[in-house]
């Protein structure tokens, strides 16, 4: 069951000053100190909860979700915002990001297919 799904359509110019241990997406209205290190994408509903279990798919390639912070749902859902952390370390999972089991986060860009999976 997908509980979400969108897809990278721009990418600021500093996307890779986290390396390759996390990123973040957010919709057309990330603010302007932020819009250089986001992936942009279109701002769109989950069609369930997102809860740890669940799988994180990034063009197909499977991540299991550990922690989810407790405003990242909503402010994926309102804002199209979300960072995601590759570090498995929930020690320090905030309120907005969900960290996934440790690898590394793949290549993205425009184009990349992002969905979470039950």
């Keep these: 069951m997908i509980i979400y799904e969108n897809t990278i359509k721009s990418k600021g110019s500093l996307v890779g000053e986290f390396g390759d241990g996390m990123f973040i997406l957010f919709g057309d209205n990330a603010p302007d100190m932020l819009k250089d290190y986001c992936y942009g994408i279109d701002v769109v509903p989950t069609n369930t909860t997102i809860e ?14 550990l922690g989810v ?31 996934v089991e440790e690898k590394s986060c793949p290549a993205i860009d425009i184009n990349t297919k992002i969905t979470i999976e039950k």
Excluded at 74 to 90: E, M, P, R
């Design 69 to 99: 912070g407790d405003v990242a749902e909503k402010n994926l859902v309102d804002l199209g915002h979300l960072t995601v952390h590759f570090s498995g370390d929930l020690d320090n999972l905030l309120p907005g990001a969900i960290v």
């Design 52 to 65: 740890v279990g669940q799988t994180l798919k990034v063009d197909g390639e499977e991540f299991e979700i």
